[in-house]
Nanobody, 124 residues
Framework: VQLQASGGGLVQAGGSLRLACSVS????????MGWFRQAPGKEREFVAA????????YYADSLKGRFTVSRDSAQNTAYLQMNSLKPEDTAVYYC??????????????????WGQGTLVTVSS
């Protein structure tokens, strides 16, 4: 299974970006997909996730209302829509996939596969 994250870039504060995570080697149907981010000098932190059946979404409390996670089974891709971006959102964003359906999706150790990361830079 391979994950390819894309869509990062430079955006001004208040702008929007949509990240995509293309999955190959396995269908996104039946696996949970998550997004994490890591800013320079900081630990990787949970951003958002969508459950294995695509029904339930989870968000870091601080990001609720600005970020939206989704997936498209036909495209075999997960997405992270980011709105009202702030300079503190600057980080490398990683997508990940988890095979175990009942695990805590906010934990990095839950995930079996990781994408390479895409850099998001928000200027003030």
């Amino acid at each position: 299974v391979q994950l390819q994250a894309s869509g990062g870039g430079l955006v001004q504060a208040g702008g929007s970006l949509r990240l995509a995570c293309s999955v190959s080697g396995r269908s996104v149907s039946g696996i949970a997909m998550g997004w994490f981010r890591q800013a320079p000098g900081k630990e990787r932190e949970f951003v958002a996730a969508v459950s294995w059946n695509g029904v339930v979404t989870y968000y870091a409390d601080s990001l609720k209302g600005r970020f939206t996670v989704s997936r498209d089974s036909a495209q075999n891709t997960a997405y992270l829509q980011m709105n009202s971006l702030k300079p503190e959102d600057t980080a490398v964003y990683y997508c990940a996939a988890a095979r175990f359906r009942l695990a805590d999706l906010s934990l990095t150790k839950t995930y079996d596969y990781w994408g390479q990361g895409t850099l998001v830079t928000v200027s003030s």
